[in-house]
Antibody
Framework: EVQLVESGGGLVKPGRSLRLSCTASGFTFGDYAMSWFRQAPGKGLEWLCFIRRKTYGGTTEYAASVKGRFTISRDDSKSIAYLQMNSLKTEDTAVYYC?????????????WGQGTLVTVSS | DIQMTQSPSSLSASVGDRVTITCRASQGISNYLAWFQQKPGKAPKSLIYAASSLQSGVPSKFSGSGSGTDFTLTISSLQPEDFATYYCQQYNSYPFTFGPGTKVGIK
């Protein structure tokens, strides 16, 4: 089955760090770009960051709200994408979704994980 | 950044109704527009990409149209499973941005 499973969410204090993992299965992970999105409680969706596949340099893009604090990376040998989150703020509280770029169109993300909740609170 | 707006923000409709949701971009995005459906407590589900192309497995009662700055999502005959929140998203340029959502409720 083609799927993405996020893990690593939980309760963390402001200023601390957390690393989320996204484990892929059912497809050749290294052939796809990956992205993270989030949704604060009762709010809309927000795109966070993007990592291209290694054949395109594995380069990254970030939203201004997380640039310099969050880092997206990938381990193709393990089929895992990561989101390293540093200097967390209360406003980072959200469900975080891992997504895969569609093979049909660049920058459209057709496969989403179930999400993992991150709560930033003292 | 490209701002996305949606109208209405919410609507009430009956089973069998035809429903249309509008999405507008603050600048031209060609056809780089996707639509998502989200139910409470669930991840978004992709419905349409490239403004009018149906995601595999999505029923044909969903359709999309538009190009440039103005787009629409239409549900031809609303069914109980369609009551949800719908989001449009532009992927023409970074940062990718979403509309605020349209909640479709039961009349």
């Amino acid at each position: 089955e083609v799927q993405l499973v996020e893990s690593g969410g939980g309760l963390v204090k402001p200023g601390r760090s957390l690393r989320l993992s996204c484990t892929a299965s059912g497809f050749t992970f290294g052939d796809y770009a990956m992205s993270w999105f989030r949704q604060a409680p009762g709010k809309g969706l927000e795109w966070l960051c993007f990592i291209r596949r290694k054949t395109y340099g594995g380069t990254t893009e970030y939203a201004a709200s997380v640039k310099g604090r969050f880092t997206i990376s990938r381990d193709d040998s393990k089929s895992i994408a990561y989101l390293q989150m540093n200097s967390l703020k209360t406003e980072d509280t959200a469900v975080y979704y891992c997504t895969r770029e569609s093979p049909l169109q660049e920058n459209w993300f057709d496969l989403w994980g179930q999400g993992t909740l991150v709560t930033v609170s003292s | 950044d490209i701002q996305m707006t949606q109208s209405p923000s919410s609507l009430s409709a009956s089973v069998g109704d035809r429903v249309t949701i509008t999405c507008r971009a603050s600048q031209g995005i060609s056809n780089y527009l996707a639509w998502f459906q989200q139910k409470p407590g669930k991840a978004p589900k992709s419905l349409i990409y490239a403004a009018s192309s149906l995601q595999s497995g999505v029923p044909s009662k969903f359709s999309g149209s538009g190009s440039g700055t103005d787009f629409t999502l239409t549900i031809s005959s609303l069914q109980p499973e369609d009551f949800a929140t719908y989001y449009c998203q532009q992927y023409n340029s970074y940062p990718f941005t979403f509309g605020p959502g349209t909640k479709v409720g039961i009349k």
